[in-house]
């Protein structure tokens, strides 16, 4: 069935097949590879896009529900040639290490920190149960996500 | 070297941020599952259902009708065209000299099913859902064969053979020690402690499921294969040698970006040598990614052993002997260094860092129906120091002494480095105790008491758990590591290549894969040259660009890797000098080095690394008859010993009675990993590889059906990985001293977190059950089991 969305401010008109999932589709068809599957249960978050502003796993998300949603990747994230704030939390508080589990991270704490400007540890660890992250031992991760919460607050502020 | 860090703001020493952050962050990795070819096919394979069988037949021609289906592969197409097995590189050498068992590992089984996951057939298609409806579509006719899954089982009388010609399923029997020393050691004892133990099995599990691409060139009869390697050019020697006879020069094996390894990655697997044949037959690129259900029945598991161990004590507790027996899981085939790792990674680090006179270690490795078992995260020293400090636990819970005392009156003291130790190893450098004396401070051991009172008030029971270790690793001395079975050198490699502009391009012969390498290597030739790191670029992972190398894996890169790279620069800077003596007219000897700057000694005449670099490259006024124009030096380093790591760690945990649920509320690390390149990333590093040890402690189990050896944990539904809410904040300090035989200092750290926890967990653990009469708990420490102890010893009995 044909859809129309729009991908990263873009419109994307596209035949999408009835079992295909918003994975597939972003990273087999439109190249943005920055989506990542890291499982086949829904377990390890990788896979986090943002539609409608929302954090979704997108290996769980069929495409052809996406007609009129706004969808945001990874590569959407940060206006070009520049970082969003919680890009740049993990990088200053080296939140991340192999970088796979890094985009849905990312996807998956922006989310959080848009209604959490200075959230306990303990919450951020509570949201990022769906993401799994096999190298940091989330220590980091959890430091980037207080940072860039308070980033995205200070800036909005500052607009 | 300190000096040069004061002024060096990217030099060794500084916690800069990491230059490859970049691309993981805006989503620009470039990982091998992301990667597309002109043309390109999809590779799915039919894997056994069964753990044991006979395959009696296999039909791939209602699979070769399929629409998009361009080939179908079985063992038979492998054999007819002389495919290699998998080859060992590591095996050793047993009781009496006798050899490592090493039957044949084909890509695609041949005749017997050895697993559930042994791969049957290779579809390869149009599109990856072609390809998978073929191998649907592939029908096999099994004969199912009784199974053996536990290690204890495949040594019975009678138990079923995973190999006709080993009937008795023991792939080796291998020792270390001073049998009789020890057994002496033990006729004095004044207390002799046991322990009995499981070393539960593990998947390894990186978030980037593995992936291949095969790509033949016809016009060149050239062979590409881009595949998730810790470790290329072992995949380039072994497969090109030994399996498909591909000559050296004729393939080119790329790792890309790689989502972690934690060495599951360093393994040649059957899929590389697939991809790579495959797209010879089908004259295209042949594209294969793993699910990670697939990855469970696929990837090498890890640990698996079941050992009795046993101290002698005289009455002050001083340990006179240990003797340890284990049998360890080697799977149904032996993966590339599966009998390396519970012999000589396990036996020689059962001295710890205690005086133990005498240590005797035998290990039988067996086979059995499941996944090949090798090295993941520690490979062998998490094991060692399990056992070993679970039974000083014992030790000091039998003879009633407390347990950091236990440990004190046995440490190495620093001023007895170097120490040999009665299982082969000379410690260059440590100071353990110094270490576990930070971490008692660190996780005020002494206000635990009141701590536990408090618990108890709550109604949890509140245990504390130390744990001492040392690490082998820096793999490795090449003539210590070929006379204990390694098939080739252990050395590493590093060119710096200087540009006219005095910009340095590296390339390493280790692979970074969440280490941070583009980092630190670039930190050591700031340190060494004088320039800022980020005039640095680090290149890895192709062996089309980097000369020979040995990978990253056993906490090597720093410490065989670094030490190529500083020697490399060190040849740099000595044709440098040569050249900045021409154009400063003076003598070599007169020139100095220092913070980029070449100056006479004495003068106020200098020129910059960069004025020296562009000479080298636009000779104008040069010594062309007495020297080479350019400016590139490469270096192969092999280390004269191993490096010892050391170091302390405290766990404290409260346990509910009423679910047996423990949770870990504070964890101290204290740990010697040598000169530390960049603190920011050796505490992530600790940090993760903490996390990786508490899984295995209270998480991970990785469980086959004992009879039927069907994969029980196969998924993330049931494979219990930590996640974020899982633990807590940790504190992570250094307590260094450098290491002696490399110029850098260093040691490693990327294992050190997973060889301290699960002991130190799991001493915590017991620590709260104590006084139900417990001195062993297995791992995991998951509620179940952890509530079944505590009913068993008739309820909590809380606040004793």
Known sequence: MQINFTLNGKPVSVDVPPQELLSELLRERLGLTGTHVGCDTSQCGACVVHVD??????????????????VISIEGLAPPGGLHPMQKAFHEHHGLQCGFCTPGMVMSAVDFAKDNAKPTPEAVRGWLEGNICRCTGYQNIVASVIAGAAAMHADVKGA | MADQNMKNPTGIGAAIRRKEDMRFLLGRGNYVADMKFQNMTYGV?????????????????????????????????????????????????????????????????????????????????????QARDGAEAVMVDYEELPAVVGVLDALKTGAPAVFDEIPDNICVDWEIGDKAATDAAFAKAAHVARLGLVNNRLVGNPMEPRAAIGDYD?????????????????????????????????????SPDVGGGFGVKQFHYAEEVLVTWASRKVCRPVKWVCERSEGFISDAHARDHVTEAEMALDENGKFLGLRVSTIANMGGYLSTFGPNIPTNLYGPLLAGVYTTPAVYCEVKCVFTNTLPVDAYRGAGRPEATFCLERLVDVCAIEMNIPKDEIRRRNIIRKEAYPYQTPVMMNYDSGDPLGCLDK????????????RKADAAKRGKLRGIGV??????????PSRVAIRLGVRGGLFESATVRVHPTGHVTVLMGTHSHGQGHETTCAQIVSTKLGIPAE???????????????????????????GSALAKAANKVIMKSKKIAAHMLEADESDIEFEGGVFTVAGTDRTKTFGDVALMAHFPVDYPLEILEPGLEEQSFYDPVNFTFPCGAHIAEVEIDPETGFVQLLNYVAVDDVGTVINPMIVEGQIHGGVVQGVGQALFEDCVYDLVSGQLLSGSFMDYCMPRADSVPNMTVQTHVTACTHNELGVKGCG?????????????AVVDALQHLGVTHVDMPASPNRVWRIIANAGGAQVGK
């Not at chain 2, 595949?227 to 790329?254: C, D, E, W, Y």
């Not at chain 2, 971490?439 to 009141?450: T, Y």
Request: hydrophobic share 45%; charged share 15%.
């Open chain 1, 53 to 70: 502003g929302a954090s979704v796993k997108s290996c769980s998300t069929l495409a052809a529900s996406l007609n009129d949603a706004t």
């Open chain 2, 45 to 129: 394979l039919l894997r056994s259902p069964h753990a044991h069988a006979r395959i009696k037949s296999i039909d791939t021609a209602d699979a070769l009708k399929l629409p998009g289906v361009v080939a179908v592969f079985t063992g038979v197409d492998l054999l007819a065209d002389k495919v290699g097995g998998l080859p060992c590189a590591w095996p050793v050498t047993g009781k009496g000299g006798a050899a490592t068992k090493e039957p044949v590992h084909p890509a695609l089984a041949q005749g017997k099913i050895r697993h559930v996951g042994d791969p049957v057939a290779f579809v390869v298609a149009e599109t990856l859902e």
């Open chain 2, 218 to 254: 016809i016009s060149r009869d050239h062979h590409t294969l881009w595949t998730t390697s810790q470790f290329p050019h072992i995949a380039k020697l072994l497969m090109g040698n030994f399996v498909l006879g591909i000559p050296q020069h004729k393939l080119r094996v790329v």
């Open chain 2, 439 to 450: 971490a008692l401070i660190a996780a005020d051991w002494k206000g635990f008491p009141a």
């Open chain 2, 467 to 476: 744990c001492t270790y040392v690490e082998a690793c820096g793999l490795a």
């Open chain 2, 535 to 561: 005039n640095v670029e680090i290149v890895f992972g192709d062996t089309d660009k980097v000369q020979f190398g040995l990978g990253t894996y056993g906490s090597r890169s720093a410490a065989v890797g």
């Open chain 2, 751 to 763: 294992e050190v977190g997973t060889i301290g926890s699960p002991a130190t967990v799991i001493n």
